[in-house]
């Protein structure tokens, strides 16, 4: 089973390698995976600079720490990550309407 972090409703899966086809969107120090929309917080990664870069593929985001980082929420308990490739999954619910991704 690969390692995963949960932070709430964000999870992290460590993956083995990018897809083919995955496009880079960012090399940056931090990252907001997902904002609080009642609270404004945010859960984000957060290393020393450009130590991170963010990948699309498909539906999927993915993020490359390329030294250890950590995910930091004002709310919850900060994790450290090791250095490796991470599928970001944000937490979705059923409603009678559709499935949506639950926001704080």
């Known amino acids: 089973m690969n390692e995963h972090y ?3 409703d964000v999870c992290l899966i460590r993956v083995d390698a990018l897809p083919d ?9 931090s990252v907001v995976l997902a904002y609080g929309e009642v609270t404004g917080h945010s859960h984000r990664l957060m290393t ?3 130590g991170l870069s963010m990948y699309a593929w498909k539906e999927d985001k993915l993020v490359e720490l390329r030294e250890p980082g950590q995910l ?5 308990s900060t994790i450290a990550l090791k250095p490796g490739l991470y599928k970001v999954v944000i937490q979705r619910e059923y409603t009678p309407e559709r ?6």
């Open 21 to 29: 086809g995955a496009k880079k969107e960012s090399t940056d120090e």
């Open 72 to 76: 930091v929420h004002e709310e919850h």
């Open 99 to 104: 499935i949506r991704r639950v926001v704080d």
């Open 48 to 50: 020393k600079v450009n």
């Open 6 to 8: 949960r932070q709430g």
